[in-house]
Structure formats: C-alpha cells, structure tokens
C-alpha cells in the first residue's frame, strides 16, 4: 500500500494552492485592488466562455462569436446545440480547465502539454471573438505562456508551473464565486 506521506514537493504545491486562493479571493473583492486582477479575470471569463461554445458544437450547434467586456461580462452567441448541455458549461467548463490545469501543474511534462491545450483554446477564442478586448487579452496570455515556457525550458525556474497552477485555482474559484454570487449575492 503507497505512502500518504507528502513529499517537500507537494507541501509547497498545496501551500500555493491555499496561498493563490486566499490573494484572489482579497483582490477579487477589495475594490481598490480588484483592478490588479482584471486581466486575469478577463482570461477566465473567455475560458468560462469557452466552455458555452465547445459544448455547443459538441451537440452540433454553431458558435456565432464570443465577447468579453471591460466590465467583466461575457457572451456567447450561438445557434443550435443542446440548450441544457450548452448553458451550464460555461461553469462547468471552468471547473474542468481548472482542474485539468491544477493536475497538469505539477509535472514538467504535463504541465506543457495543458500550456498547448490552452495555447489552442486561445486560438479558437481568438477564431470565435468579435470584440478587441478578448483579443488583445489573449494575446497577451499566450504571450505570457510563451514567456514562461521559454523560462522554464531554459532555467531551473518552474515558472510555468506556477502560472498555470495560478488559472487553474482561479478558473475553479470563478466557477464558486460565479454560482454562489448568482445564488446568494
């Protein structure tokens, strides 16, 4: 039977998860700092977004565009598709990213395979995006991936594990905070 025992690896994997969830949800609702966190918001929100438009041509609609706005609000128009898979996936999908991202995180290996995968999400939001905001954002994202890819792959500094890790805690707690703010708040 395998050990429970944490490696030094995993303690500082489950400190930054607890240490990114504590900083986001204090930039998140402090007003006067939430402004450091808007353009990740943004890249969360597109994924959120994401999530509508794969389910939608999963069940064979067509996505029309995708918008994401200043005032963190996003869209997605599209025609066809199975209404009860296709509402609901924008939080789900923003679970299923997060986790994927927060599970891929910790390998080198892995964590360059979901960099890719989110390189190429990027690009179909890119495709399906009809509002410069979103665009400009996701560049500057894949820019960012690239950056700390190319750190990565050149130091020792994991920093593209870092970065993913990052989306993935705020992906998950954007799916939470989205449901309980449209139930409670």
């Not at 939430?34 to 064979?60: D, W």
């Not at 020792?156 to 309980?180: P, T």
Request: glycine residues 12%.
């Amino acid at each position: 039977m395998g050990s429970w025992e944490l490696s030094s690896d995993d303690k500082i994997y489950i400190s930054l998860i607890c240490i990114y969830s504590v900083v986001i949800g204090v930039l998140w609702n402090v007003p006067f700092l939430n402004p450091v966190l808007k353009p990740f918001k943004l890249i969360t929100i597109a994924l959120h977004e994401f999530g509508h438009a794969s389910a939608c041509v999963l069940t064979g609609g067509k996505v029309e565009s995708i918008t994401v706005e200043a005032d963190e609000g996003g869209l997605t128009t599209m025609r066809g598709g199975v209404r009860w898979i296709t509402l609901p996936a924008g939080y789900l999908g923003s679970c299923l990213w997060g986790g994927l991202m927060i599970f891929f995180s910790k390998d080198s290996v892995g964590v360059q395979v979901m960099a890719g995968l989110l390189g190429g999400v990027c690009v179909l939001v890119l495709w399906w995006s009809d509002n410069w905001l979103v665009r400009g954002v996701i560049v500057l994202f894949m820019a960012l991936i690239g950056a700390f890819w190319a750190i990565q792959l050149t130091t020792s500094f994991r920093g593209l594990e870092y970065f993913v890790l990052l989306f993935g805690v705020m992906s998950c707690l954007y799916s939470i905070w989205g449901a309980l703010s449209a139930r409670f708040f």
